[in-house]
């Protein structure tokens, strides 16, 4: 069915059919919904009118707005007719180059090949930074500078969707009528004919203009009620202020988000369509309808989705990696920055507000869906009401600051720093979106190991040292941004920070004790340490797991606990070879390489009698790194309590740990919850009596604890990789196999 699915998805098809608002409002009874609306914006006008005649005199009814906003209007056509000319040339370069490729063999061909690839790609840096240069150079406001931008991306889309459909056809079946035709016509998906009306119906043209040109008022109309009071713009903007114009501006947010959709996707569309006689007018969908973020991304604006799917994300799935996160996250990362560079543009600086809607607010709600009910949609609606409105608030009020008081000559930090708001509120802004990249980052460098792991099928060795690493570079990564936080861009080294990602320590500085030489032969003895551990590791742990003759049966309790018992020596054994290799012999072999003095990678563990005393001694790397970042951290900045905060460090270790074993296993087994939770976070808070006794029961429940979970989650890998589950649910990985 799954199959069936993809292969129906594979190609767009096109036939006649009406946009669905035309549909919904040939019906006598929801006609009365278009009246309503008609009726909401004459009242809005009226009361914008009689609010401007009290405060001014005077009626304009948006017009400044509108005439401000396409100030230097010839100079937008001249550049839209430039960027034409360019795209029309395109198709001759391209059917010169088909015709060369055609000619071409062996060798040639895939040169050809990049060779256009390449100039494709510049073709496309250059048509943005033309038009950033152009929105610059010619002082355009926003309407002009949403024409130049939009009509620019429009037309490399176009560009690309032609290419992209084109490229394996002869040079001979190039039609330039049906490029120019494509060029103009309401989609961006590519094809030599669409399906066509017989006649153009004028009423219906006339209709669509009238109504274009009517949400065009109406929205000048919103965005002069949306801005602040004229006597505010001269001062800093404090968070009340923003707070303020965003409560007392909600209601008519809705009103502008159904006028854009209205004027952008229905209207202009229908117009062009009608012109055209293009019969497909599906343009968008049912998004009022959705309770999930990505069903309203897929429906809100069909003719950008259609072209994403088809050319981005298809594209990528079959020619760079079929992952389907990876994709995605490249559709959002080019709608991000595409979304981003328009604004940029518009209000003549940086502002990532666009960043926060894609990457943190979309992106993570594209998996998530709400149940079906009202309440879903109106949670759905709330979202994109108070995003919406956040953004109008914000950029109007960048954008005014900008253009009263423009960078000159800025440097990189005066253009990133948004300017109509205070530096201490900014600085909390910043702070949040730092924390939820950095926690976006975290969660997105899991899920992608996690995926990596599936997809190109490691073996058990692989999967513990990808795992490891990966839980390695993130843990510096963490010391490193919590360390340099709040010192100045300039006193950062990536030197420093290179050296620190190798460094056989987990605590960030800028500097570490060094010794004077690298002791080749301590080198060497180090070296030859990690071999032989490594060959007494795998020793123990192949006579650990249950005899070969018996991994086709299910186990019982009675085996398992006999496997356990027979084999505790082994585990002992284990124990011994898994620290001295990694703790003592890679530590200081890494040391010694990098002539890094400090190394106390371990304390006197064997001689411990408490769980507690246990852990602090038996990795002194990680040990620090959860006292300074997660335990000093907890209890500085959310709750001054020690036991909440070693609360948090068992369950992150827990979590990690639980997270490498089931890459490992491909299921989860809850042993290491029992080990560091159940018994590994009472056993903190008992001391037991120092004498020989303590320490022999210590050394007894170590191997034995170990030895468990070695059991335990060697059957279950065989268990599992005998009998794989494709498809499998939440409860086939929680369940064990064996």
Known sequence: MCAKNEKIRMEKKFMIRNSLLTDIFEHPQTRNLYKIYVLVFAVLGVHTVGKEYAATGRVTFGFPFIVKGFFNLDKVIFFWLCCFASVCAVFYVFKIWSSLRARAKGGKVTVFNWLGATCLALYYVYSFKMATHAVRHFNLQVAGVLIVTLEQIRFLMKVHAFIRSKTSEEPSRLSFSNYLYFLFAPTLIYRDAYPRTNSINWKFVTQCLLESISAMFVIALIITNTYPSPERWARKFTINDVLFDMADKIILVPLYAMSMFFLVFHSVQNLFAEILQFGDRLFYLDWWNERSFNSWLTKWNKIVRDWLYYYVYRDFKEHVCDNVLLARLVVFLL???????????????????????????????????????????????????????????????????????????????????????????????????????????????????????????????????????????????????????????????????????????????????RTKTINWNFVAQSFLECVAGFFGFAFCAMNCLPPSEKWEQKFTVNEVLLVIVEKIGYAAIMLVCTFFTIWHSFHNFCAELLQFGDRLFYLDWWN???????????????????????????????????????????????????????????????????????????????????????????????????????????????????????NSTFWDLVVPRF
């Open 335 to 513: 709608s991000f920055g595409v979304h981003e560079w328009v604004m940029s543009c518009c209000i003549g600086g940086f502002f990532p507000y666009m960043f926060i809607i894609f990457m943190v607010m979309a992106l993570p709600l594209s998996y998530f869906q709400l149940p079906k009910n009202i309440i879903s949609e109106v949670v759905m609606w709330l979202i994109g009401i108070f995003a919406m409105e956040v953004g109008i608030v914000v950029y109007v009020l960048e954008w005014d600051t900008l253009s009263k008081n423009p960078l000159i000559n800025p440097t990189l930090w005066e253009s990133l720093v948004p300017r109509f708001v205070t530096a201490d509120w900014m600085a909390i802004v910043y702070d949040r979106l730092g924390l939820a990249c950095l926690a976006l980052y975290y969660f997105y460098s899991f899920k992608l190991v996690t995926d990596a792991i599936r997809y190109f099928s490691f073996n058990f060795s692989c999967v513990l040292f990808v795992t490891l690493e990966q839980a390695r570079f993130l843990m510096k990564v963490h010391a490193f941004v919590r360390s340099k936080a709040s010192e100045e861009l300039p006193r950062l080294s990536f030197s420093n920070y290179l050296y620190f990602l190798f460094a056989p320590t987990l605590i960030y500085r800028d500097a570490y004790p």
């Open 608 to 726: 411990e009698h408490t769980f507690n005393g246990w852990l602090l001694k038996w990795n002194k790397v990680v040990q620090d790194w959860l006292y300074f970042y997660v335990y000093l951290d907890f209890r500085k900045h959310i709750c001054d309590s020690a036991l909440l905060a070693k609360l948090s460090v068992f369950l992150l270790s827990f979590a990690v740990h639980e997270w490498i074993i089931f890459c490992c296993v491909g299921g989860f087994i809850p042993t290491l919850f029992m080990v560091f939770v159940v018994v590994g976070l009472p056993f903190t808070f008992f001391e037991v009596p120092k004498n020989m006794f303590s320490v022999v029961i210590f050394w007894c429940s170590g191997p034995l604890l170990i030895n468990i979970g070695f059991a335990f989650f060697g059957l279950e890998w065989y268990a599992r990789s005998q009998s794989p589950v494709r």
